[in-house]
């Protein structure tokens, strides 16, 4: 993120660095849509956590506005995701089970209730939530003030914080609507997860 060339990588054998593109999220999420179109892509880690809303980007010298848009992912888990990763496959399942065909608007409509996500609504949709939501400054006042983004990242880590309200960032005619953050996992909920069958090892195809 800071334009520093990884030295090593430890998921590729050897641990040599260089396997990954640069702005891995966008690339991968292309290659998805060309391989499996239609079909819901959700994206998570530290990257989409980082860059969900208007954000200085190193390698560019620029502002850019949400991954969630330059990806044209369908929904963004930003922070420890992994109840709502659970939640998001469980409503999966129950499309699929009601024998509805599963895409992606559908998937984020019915995860409107889901904490810890953040995904695109229309204009007319965010009229629903201003009166409930912290409006954050939108990419194009930033754009035109630049230090409104230290405005905007303290406006986002204060609804982290409080972690009840929802935040909306206006993009052109579209908004990232981005839910309250996600309850904390329990302890009883860390041990279940640590003691799965976790392999550690390089991808199949190294």
Known sequence: ??????????????????????????????LLREAFPGLPIVLGGIEASLRRISHYDFWSDSLRRSLLLDAKADILIYGMGEGPLLTLAQLAREKVL?????????LATAAAHVPGLARIISSEQAKAYRLEAVILPSHEAILADPPLLLAATLDLERQVHQGRQFALQATGTRHVLLHPPAPALSCAQMDFLYDLPFTRKSHPAY
């Open 98 to 106: 009601a024998g509805q065909d599963l895409s992606g608007p559908m």
């Open 1 to 30: 993120a800071f334009r520093k060339k990884r030295r090593d990588d430890s998921f590729t054998p050897g641990g040599e660095a260089g396997a990954r593109p640069n702005r891995a999220s966008i690339v991968y999420t292309n």
